[in-house]
């Protein structure tokens, strides 16, 4: 790369997460000093970008030239105002470090730039002199850059924190309402319904878990150390009633205790404490035998008010981490759905695109709703299933819809903010065929084996899952048309045996010799008699008795079962 390439760089966000927290917090007299006694208080999802916008512009007021002057005349307070003053250069020279390039080049063999460090440093001292001015001026400018033309692309990373999304809802629905092919009786589809803002800068981050086995133990929130989170909440705790105080004619006391809060955070403004020492895990964090993740993002019109694209990236780790993507369609306020077609791919990809149908347009919300249906899951496979989502924000500044599964510069991990995973309930399939299904083949035994491979595939099939069967004759009462397997009036049914919650293996040689026996002990009519089969198939990760799955297979008595 040239020596003149563009440098871009800001203000990496204070935490990458909204932080839940519990924070020992003393109250605010009505005399301006801080009480000795502590309340833990339990802070919940804070942007700390916002308390620390609040906290520099009320720095930036102390220290207003007016403000200044009075304080500065009340007796015994010139020293105070000093400290506050050297507070302010601390807080200014640790903003000034929190500057970083946009982009990551770590990842790149060689320095792709050698002036980035030399342009690093000349943009914190120009930040830090911005600073010693106005703290709330310099810390609101978005990007600084350097070589920069007009024609190149600003990245510009947010720093406002991606607010949660919303699983509105999960369902499951047979994935063939209804077919005559044995294989397309079992299968079934997951459908996830979500919204959020989905702003340009967004990634959602979905997951889908199946087979879920056992909770992870969760902790509560809890103090474990003192970071610039907690020095802000005592300070946001008793913002209000101070500057009501700091506005009165003589506040010695309240003067007294501002400067001994900005001291303390400006000691702590460059200390953090990682997610997990906040003491803090995502509710409902669940262990699973098979996940798939996905990246999702919106990318909009130029005036903003069409959804131009759609583009999904798998995770290429996970082994089996989805050979079929979802449907995705979005969905209107009025309950309209509009669908978006998938674009074909000339290789294999881990990204492919969704474009809404030709002729069709979809309108953009301020929180957009989306519906992502996977279908033809396996249900001896797949017993159960959840979605987790969250959201990275600031990932790929460069993105180009038009070619998503093309990467360029990654943006510096420090400018990746993250909101909190938002986890959906278990939910368990249950497919219900009513119409009986025929099996073929040269026996019973023959036809039962293949039926069994077939709906519950050995291979993929969820260790210990179990069955229970019931064989039943029928025959004709009279004469008629109805074809075998159809119910009729004039059609009865005889229990043979019940092969109560087994294993699959060995199920169709324990049913085919039950049959051949009571063959044998009775000897029924075979012309117009066939074995109806009932079948539920049961979770191995629930209850024994939830089922997943039940339906009817029925088998013409041939000569050959009548005469065994």
Same mark, same amino acid.
């Given at each position: 790369?040239?020596?003149?390439?563009?440098?871009?760089?800001?203000?990496?966000?204070?935490?990458?997460?909204?932080v839940?927290?519990?924070?020992?917090?003393?109250?605010?007299?009505?005399?301006?000093?801080?009480?000795?006694?502590?309340?833990?208080?339990?802070?919940?999802?804070?942007?700390?970008?916002?308390?620390?916008?609040?906290?520099?512009?009320?720095?930036?007021?102390?220290?207003?030239?007016?403000?200044?002057?009075?304080?500065?005349?009340?007796l015994?307070?010139?020293?105070?105002?000093?400290?506050?003053?050297?507070?302010?250069?601390?807080?200014?020279?640790?903003?000034?470090?929190?500057?970083?390039?946009?982009?990551d080049? +770590?990842?790149?063999?060689?320095?792709?730039?050698?002036l980035?460090?030399?342009?690093?440093?000349?943009?914190?001292?120009t930040?830090?002199?911005l600073?010693?001015?106005?703290?709330?001026k310099?810390?609101d400018?978005?990007?600084?850059?350097?070589?920069?033309?007009?024609?190149?692309?600003?990245?510009?990373?947010?720093?406002?924190?991606?607010?949660?999304?919303?699983?509105?809802?999960?369902?499951?629905?047979?994935?063939?309402?209804?077919?005559?092919?044995?294989?397309?009786l079992?299968?079934? +589809?997951?459908?996830l319904?979500?919204?959020?803002?989905?702003?340009?800068?967004?990634?959602?981050?979905?997951?889908?878990?199946?087979?879920?086995?056992?909770?992870?133990?969760?902790?509560?929130?809890?103090?474990?150390?003192?970071?610039?989170?907690?020095?802000?909440?005592?300070?946001?705790?008793?913002?209000?009633?101070?500057?009501?105080?700091?506005?009165?004619?003589?506040?010695?006391?309240?003067?007294?205790?501002?400067?001994?809060?900005?001291?303390?955070?400006?000691?702590?403004?460059?200390?953090?404490?990682?997610?997990?020492?906040?003491?803090?895990?995502?509710?409902?964090?669940?262990?699973?035998?098979?996940?798939?993740?996905?990246?999702?993002?919106?990318?909009?019109?130029?005036?903003?008010?069409?959804?131009?694209?759609?583009?999904?990236?798998?995770?290429?780790?996970?082994?089996g981490?989805?050979?079929?993507?979802?449907?995705?369609?979005?969905?209107?306020?009025?309950?309209?759905?509009?669908?978006?077609?998938?674009?074909?791919?000339?290789a294999?990809?881990?990204?492919?695109?969704?474009?809404?149908?030709?002729?069709?347009?979809?309108?953009a919300?301020?929180?957009?709703?989306?519906?992502?249906?996977?279908?033809?899951?396996?249900?001896?496979?797949f017993?159960?299933?959840?979605?987790c989502?969250?959201?990275?924000?600031?990932?790929?500044?460069?993105?180009?819809?038009?070619?998503?599964e093309?990467?360029?510069?990654?943006?510096?991990?420090?400018?990746?903010?993250k909101?909190?995973?938002?986890?959906?309930?278990?939910?368990?399939?249950?497919?219900?065929?009513?119409?009986?299904q025929?099996?073929?083949?040269?026996?019973?035994?023959a036809?039962?084996?293949?039926?069994?491979?077939?709906?519950?595939?050995?291979?993929?099939?969820?260790?210990?899952?179990?069955?229970?069967?019931?064989?039943?004759?029928?025959y004709?009462?009279?004469?008629?048309?109805?074809p075998?397997?159809?119910?009729?009036?004039?059609?009865?049914?005889?229990?043979?045996?019940?092969?109560?919650?087994?294993?699959?293996?060995?199920?169709?040689?324990?049913?085919?010799?039950?049959?051949?026996?009571w063959?044998?002990?009775?000897?029924?009519?075979?012309?117009?008699?066939?074995?109806?089969?009932?079948?539920?198939?049961? +979770?191995?990760?629930?209850?024994?008795?939830?089922?997943?799955?039940?339906?009817?297979?029925?088998?013409?008595?041939?000569?050959?079962?009548a005469?065994?």
């Amino acid at each position: 790369m040239s020596e003149s390439m563009p440098q871009f760089f800001a203000l990496a966000p204070l935490y990458d997460h909204l932080v839940t927290r519990q924070v020992d917090i003393k109250s605010l007299g009505d005399d301006g000093t801080l009480g000795d006694a502590t309340v833990p208080t339990i802070f919940t999802a804070i942007d700390v970008e916002l308390w620390a916008r609040r906290f520099l512009g009320d720095m930036d007021r102390f220290l207003a030239p007016s403000a200044s002057a009075r304080i500065k005349g009340l007796l015994g307070l010139s020293a105070v105002l000093a400290h506050v003053i050297d507070s302010k250069r601390n807080i200014a020279s640790g903003i000034a470090d929190q500057l970083q390039g946009v982009f990551d080049y +770590s990842v790149d063999e060689t320095d792709p730039d050698p002036l980035y460090q030399k342009g690093l440093q000349d943009a914190r001292n120009t930040l830090a002199q911005l600073l010693n001015g106005s703290l709330i001026k310099a810390y609101d400018i978005p990007v600084i850059g350097q070589y920069a033309t007009a024609a190149d692309p600003v990245p510009v990373p947010f720093r406002i924190h991606p607010l949660p999304p919303t699983i509105v809802d999960q369902a499951i629905l047979p994935t063939f309402d209804s077919t005559d092919v044995l294989q397309q009786l079992s299968l079934w +589809s997951y459908k996830l319904t979500f919204a959020h803002e989905c702003a340009h800068q967004d990634m959602v981050r979905i997951t889908t878990q199946f087979n879920r086995s056992s909770r992870v133990s969760q902790q509560s929130p809890s103090q474990i150390g003192v970071d610039l989170f907690n020095t802000l909440a005592q300070y946001m705790a008793v913002a209000d009633k101070l500057w009501m105080l700091l506005d009165k004619a003589s506040p010695v006391n309240a003067v007294k205790t501002f400067a001994d809060l900005v001291a303390t955070i400006a000691d702590h403004w460059t200390i953090r404490l990682s997610h997990n020492e906040s003491g803090h895990r995502p509710d409902g964090s669940f262990a699973a035998q098979a996940s798939r993740t996905f990246g999702f993002r919106v990318t909009y019109s130029e005036n903003g008010k069409l959804i131009e694209s759609v583009s999904l990236t798998r995770d290429p780790s996970q082994p089996g981490s989805g050979d079929t993507w979802p449907a995705v369609e979005v969905m209107l306020p009025d309950g309209v759905s509009v669908p978006l077609i998938a674009q074909p791919s000339d290789a294999p990809s881990h990204t492919i695109g969704y474009l809404p149908k030709n002729g069709t347009e979809a309108p953009a919300f301020a929180r957009q709703t989306l519906q992502l249906t996977w279908h033809g899951l396996e249900v001896a496979a797949f017993q159960n299933a959840r979605a987790c989502l969250s959201i990275v924000r600031n990932e790929d500044l460069l993105h180009d819809p038009s070619h998503p599964e093309n990467t360029k510069l990654r943006t510096n991990p420090v400018f990746l903010l993250k909101a909190g995973e938002v986890v959906g309930n278990s939910i368990v399939p249950l497919i219900e065929r009513y119409h009986q299904q025929e099996i073929k083949g040269a026996t019973l035994l023959a036809a039962l084996d293949d039926a069994i491979q077939t709906l519950f595939p050995p291979d993929r099939l969820v260790a210990n899952t179990r069955a229970t069967w019931q064989l039943d004759y029928s025959y004709e009462l009279a004469r008629s048309d109805t074809p075998l397997g159809d119910y009729s009036p004039i059609r009865a049914r005889v229990p043979v045996t019940l092969y109560p919650d087994g294993p699959l293996a060995g199920a169709a040689q324990v049913l085919a010799k039950a049959g051949e026996g009571w063959i044998d002990n009775f000897q029924p009519a075979f012309d117009g008699g066939s074995w109806i089969l009932s079948v539920t198939l049961h +979770s191995a990760l629930e209850s024994a008795e939830r089922p997943l799955f039940t339906a009817e297979l029925f088998y013409p008595i041939k000569k050959d079962d009548a005469a065994s």
